[in-house]
């Protein structure tokens, strides 16, 4: 496999289409075709947690340009974008040594003047959100100075957790450009903030999703996809599959000031949030199986009908993919193929403090009949392209890494691309302690 080579550029300041055919659940059919991919290394010390999102987007103005963030192994905040006419990369931290933890990558947006907007916060901390917004159109060389975003709102559940992990942000086209930013904040729930004025004032901060609270801090994972125009599409589970006895996948959607489920029914408006997961759409439920579940991503199809990927744990030991979709009457949860087990090194003689981290399976936001995921081949964790013509019932599968000497995990598409991002491992014990480099394919790559 030959990568490109390209030039890399840093910079240091610190301090700062597819719908679905009927049936509940089946076992897919695939074929294998191992093809070479193009593709570049654009960072060689970058990782990231996949509940911040969008991790990396394309756009061109003045320039065509892949942009995207990471959490470095000293726990430094960098961005970086990808040239496509230069054949560049060219890198920026923007806050030094802010915390090691992969969950602290940024999320980023784009402004209509070209000015990037990314979002990051430390995980569970009590530290606000961190906004930085470029200064000038296209460019990461300089910025604004940071905005403290202080958006939870503590009265909500009183003496309860009032910290801040993971940034989520859509722009919605329809409604005026307004923002909307989902964090995990108060009570460590799903909360919610807007701003009309492209991220200069935000309101007070509001719990999007509200299960039972059996436990302190019980906790939901959220995934947010959208068409960037008026719809915002949720998947989320009861909690983490750790400390749930089964742990379900719910989806809702956000359209025209109410939330809905995927057969437009509304649910409630979106005045009256929060939304307990009982009320929104049980695309698997872990109660009748026993096998606990993890979201991984969401996004809608060319008519805005919701597709899923998730993974479920007969045991801690079996990862197995899974593709949901809306077929127009009911959910359908279609098997792809067991991962393997978790990827962290565990440390000798000590017990696995994240048997639920696999691989990774991501949809492509623009095209969600593609799936990326990372499966164990020969012992060693590899990126495949699954594509499916027939609503997840076959698959055509291609191999983006082949024969590799490190895992290769967490895929991520590019927001308004096709291109594939994940990461090379040259270690993982712990989410705080960590070693990797940021992969991608390039455009020019035929499947």
């Not at 919610?192 to 719990?207: C, E, P, Q």
Request: overall charge negative; aromatic content about 14%; some cysteine.
């Amino acid at each position: 496999m030959q990568l490109t080579k390209i030039t890399i550029i840093m910079f240091f300041i610190l301090g700062f289409g597819t719908g679905c055919t009927t049936g509940q659940e089946n076992q897919s059919i695939s074929a294998t075709l191992v093809s070479d991919s193009n593709q570049v290394t654009i960072s060689n010390d970058g990782a990231w947690c996949w509940f911040s999102d969008p991790r990396a987007i394309y756009f061109e103005g003045e320039h065509k340009r892949t942009y995207s963030g990471w959490v470095t192994a000293d726990g430094s905040i960098e961005v970086g974008f990808y040239d496509h006419d230069q054949d560049t990369v060219v890198i920026h931290r923007l806050d030094s040594k802010l915390k090691v933890d992969d969950h602290n990558n940024p999320s980023f947006n784009i402004d209509s003047q070209g000015r990037l907007l990314v979002f990051y916060s430390k995980h569970s901390s009590e530290s606000p959100m961190i906004l930085a917004r470029g200064s000038n159109p296209e460019s990461i060389d300089t910025w604004e100075a940071s905005k403290e975003l202080v958006l939870n709102d503590s009265t909500l559940f009183p003496g309860a957790s009032n910290t801040y992990t993971y940034t989520n942000i859509v722009r919605l086209s329809d409604e005026e450009d307004k923002l909307y930013l989902f964090w995990r904040g108060v009570d460590f729930k799903p909360n919610f903030a807007t701003s009309d004025d492209n991220g200069y004032s935000w309101s007070t901060g509001d719990i999007l999703i509200l299960p039972e609270r059996t436990y302190r801090n019980r906790r939901p994972y959220l995934k947010v996809g959208t068409n960037n125009k008026d719809v915002i599409h949720f998947a989320f589970t009861d909690g983490h599959p750790r400390n749930e006895p089964t742990n379900s996948i719910y989806y809702a959607k956000y359209q025209d000031t109410y939330l809905h489920k995927a057969d437009n029914s509304k649910i409630k408006s979106w005045s009256q949030l929060p939304l307990d997961p009982a009320a929104s759409d049980l695309v698997y439920d872990a109660a009748t199986t026993g096998e606990r579940a993890w979201i991984w991503d969401v996004a809608g199809d060319s008519e805005d009908n919701p597709v899923l990927v998730y993974s479920r744990f007969p045991n801690d030991s079996t990862h197995v993919y899974y593709y949901a979709c809306w077929n127009g009457n009911q959910w359908q949860n279609t098997k792809m193929v067991d991962s393997g087990k978790w990827f962290p090194e565990t440390v000798e003689g000590e017990e696995e403090r994240e048997p639920n981290y696999s691989g990774g399976i991501t949809l492509d936001h623009a095209d969600p009949s593609v799936v990326y995921l990372s499966v164990t081949k020969n012992g060693v964790f590899e990126i495949e392209r699954w594509e499916t013509n027939d609503f997840g019932q076959n698959w055509k599968v291609s191999s983006i890494t082949v024969d590799s000497k490190q895992n290769n995990i967490r895929p991520l598409v590019v927001r308004n691309n096709h291109q594939v991002m994940w990461l090379n491992l040259q270690y993982y014990r712990h989410y705080t302690d960590y070693g990797a480099e940021i992969h991608m394919t390039l455009p020019q790559t035929n499947y």
